[in-house]
């Protein structure tokens, strides 16, 4: 019963280094998001994947890209990172969009500092 | 877009009962309201959601006012591990996004 795997769990990034975070579900869900979290501060949407084969851009895209491999997976992509970019990051799923009424299931988290 | 005000922090002791207000006085009639709550260093973790009745699970309860224009959270014991941010979340006809504001921070002591 893992549910939303994220991996790595923690990582160190120079400035301007690429790196891919990745995220796995098991539940069969159609739909998967990846969220930032700052200090003090709530999730704040990076992209979401409707569904397999299709990406949209969320509150906060610039600087990432984002690959739904499958149904299973979806992925996360810093082509050249910065500062700003020292978060912590989550990866969810559900089984459809929100205002449905479809509850989600989030990652433990990727704790990314870049230096 | 319909928004949700909940207080910073609150406390309780360990074993009494918690209620967690959240105002959402421009609910519109088809938004959904769902709690969300994150333990320290952890993903979020759904809690509840309701529409207009009061509805009860395993973790909490949540009790609607009839004007819908809030709601509350109840945890009947809290223990230690109940201490978390706790999330009260529309679900907003703008689609996919869940829209996480700061939250109540609740602390929980022995």
């Known amino acids: 019963n893992a549910g939303v795997t994220q991996t790595p769990k923690f990582q160190v990034l120079k400035t301007g280094q690429s790196m891919t975070l990745q995220c796995a579900q098991d539940?069969?869900?159609?739909?998967m998001y990846w969220y930032r979290q700052d200090p003090g501060m709530g999730l704040r949407l990076i992209y979401y994947s409707a569904s397999e084969g299709t990406t949209d851009k969320g509150e906060v895209p610039n600087g990432y890209n984002v690959s739904r491999l499958n149904k299973r997976e979806f992925s996360l992509r810093l082509e050249s990172a910065a500062p700003s970019q020292t978060s912590v990051y989550f990866c969810?799923?559900?089984?459809?969009?929100?205002?449905?009424?479809?509850?989600?299931?989030f990652g433990s988290g990727t704790r990314l500092t870049v230096v | 877009d319909a928004k949700t005000t909940q207080p910073n922090s609150m406390e309780s002791n360990e074993e009494e009962p918690v209620h967690l207000p959240c105002n959402h006085s421009t609910i519109s009639g088809t938004d959904y309201i769902h709690w969300y709550r994150q333990l320290p260093s952890q993903g979020p973790e759904y809690v509840i959601h309701g529409l207009t009745s009061n509805v009860n699970n395993r973790m909490a309860s949540l009790a609607i006012a009839e004007d819908r224009k809030s709601s509350t959270l109840i945890l009947h014991r809290a223990t230690l591990r109940d201490a978390a941010v706790y999330y009260c979340?529309?679900?907003?006809?703008?689609?996919?996004?869940?829209?996480f504001g700061k939250g109540t921070s609740l602390l929980v002591t022995p």
């Open positions: 539940m069969n869900h159609n739909s």
């Open positions: 979340i529309l679900g907003l006809n703008s689609g996919y996004a869940l829209n």
């Open positions: 969810a799923s559900s089984e459809g969009p929100h205002r449905a009424n479809y509850g989600y299931t």
